[in-house]
């Protein structure tokens, strides 16, 4: 079993900060690219940012200088840094890891159960 666990979500009001996490657990052999994704209502999901083993990372174009990922591959977690928030980016957080489970050669997608984040005044 493999679960993804987030935390951080919550109200803010525009121009407002908060701090994503979401921790990897279970029978984890590797971890691989790790990231975050939204879907605000009515929308489709989309990408946030993603992050690789080595650290490279990815920006939808709407966070570019606002959010920033990041990741400690010691504990298997991956954070987002939302700054400077706008009320567009109300929506549920999803995180989103690619992990190959002990016993097993292939990898597999797994997500998180979604933390909401809520913009404004």
């Known amino acids: 079993q493999v679960q993804l666990v987030e935390s951080g979500g919550g109200l803010v009001q525009p121009g407002g900060s908060l701090r994503l996490s979401c921790a990897a657990s279970?029978?984890?052999?590797?971890?691989?690219?790790m990231g975050w994704y939204r879907q605000a209502a009515g929308n489709q999901r989309e990408l946030v940012a993603t992050i690789s083993t080595g650290g490279s990372t990815n920006y939808a174009d709407s966070v570019k200088g606002r959010f920033t990922i990041s990741r400690d591959n010691t504990k298997n977690t991956v954070y987002l840094q939302m700054n400077s928030l706008k009320p567009e980016d109300t929506a549920v957080y999803y995180c989103n890891a690619v992990i190959r489970r002990l016993g097993r050669t292939t990898i597999t997608d797994y997500w998180g159960q979604g933390t909401p984040v809520t913009v404004s005044s």
């Open positions: 279970g029978s984890i052999i590797s971890v691989y690219g």
